[in-house]
């Protein structure tokens, strides 16, 4: 249970998915939301971020992006997790976009992680949460439905034991099936060949994008199969209907984080986000997208 007492930080670079929700909640219970600035490689920055846990009265929550949607940069767990010295403490993991991109190996006491089905090539409409099952029983039902109680009277109801107590309704089997067999053929290729293959094609397209005249790169530092850039002047929209012409599809816009990419960029930014699937043909295809893209604008 959350109160007026209670801080929940994030970053600036976080995506609506980790903004909207707490802006609910603070609504709902009066809790604080904490705005963390990122260092210019997109990290959280982490002096700001102990200082605020210090400061915290009641219970705090972190909550930010392992991999940020529209930077690629990858925050280090190891060392925020060590902030965490205190048993009323949360650390909340966004992984959308590094689980089946990067290995983890993280410590449950005082953690939890979500990721999605879609950003693992499974279903839509399907997600996880990963956690102790201590502090997954210490959760509060979202929805309420049949087969999540143990007992229901008039005067009370009884809930089931996790993971059930947070699973209402019929589930989505057919999705939830699919995410598993998705994860299942993650790793069978395996998250070492999959973070190599995406590093060494993600260089590629920096390396290529770099050399064309007016073409800026949102954001140094190192990508994990994503790569956000934006022209000068030039409306993020129309560069991605160009390119979706010539059928590359990329990204546009805030790309649901609108507050860091605002920041930095009005017009919004175009993000390639590279796959298992994808190869140097590939890139070498939405360069020469590109470029043609250029000349029309």
Not at 210 to 223: H, N, Q, V, W
Request: proline share 3%.
């Amino acid at each position: 249970k959350l109160n007026e007492n209670d801080i929940v930080v994030i970053s600036e670079a976080e995506h609506h998915a980790n903004i909207v929700p707490w802006h609910i909640i603070s609504e709902t219970f009066g809790l604080s939301i904490i705005l963390v600035p990122v260092l210019e490689d997109g990290s959280i920055n982490l002096e700001v971020l102990e200082k605020t846990l210090r400061k915290a009265k009641g219970k705090s929550i972190i909550s930010i992006s392992h991999v940020s949607n529209t930077i690629g940069f990858a925050n280090n767990l190891e060392i925020i997790s060590s902030l965490i010295r205190r048993e009323d403490t949360f650390l909340i993991i966004d992984a959308a976009q590094s689980v089946g991109k990067i290995e983890l190996d993280l410590d449950f006491e005082n953690s939890f992680l979500v990721f999605s089905g879609h950003k693992v090539y499974g279903p839509t409409g399907t997600g996880c949460i990963i956690g102790s099952m201590k502090n997954l029983s210490r959760l509060y039902p979202v929805f309420g439905g049949g087969d999540m109680i143990e007992s229901v009277k008039w005067e009370n109801i009884e809930w089931a034991k996790v993971p059930y107590k947070l699973e209402p309704g019929t589930p989505n089997i057919a999705g939830i099936i699919g995410m598993g067999e998705a994860l299942k053929w993650i790793q069978k290729i395996g998250i070492e060949t999959i973070d190599s293959h995406l590093d060494s094609l993600t260089k590629y397209t920096l390396k290529k994008l770099e050399k064309i005249d007016e073409i800026e790169i949102f954001k140094p530092g190192k990508k994990h199969g994503l790569v956000s850039f934006f022209m000068k002047k030039k409306n993020s929209l129309d560069i991605a209907t160009l390119l979706g012409s010539l059928n590359i599809a990329v990204r546009s816009g805030y790309l649901c984080a609108q507050p860091i990419v605002e920041k930095t960029v009005k017009e919004g930014i175009v993000r390639v986000s590279l796959g298992i699937y994808n190869n140097e043909k590939d890139v070498d295809k939405f360069i020469e997208g590109i470029i043609r893209t250029k000349s029309i604008l």
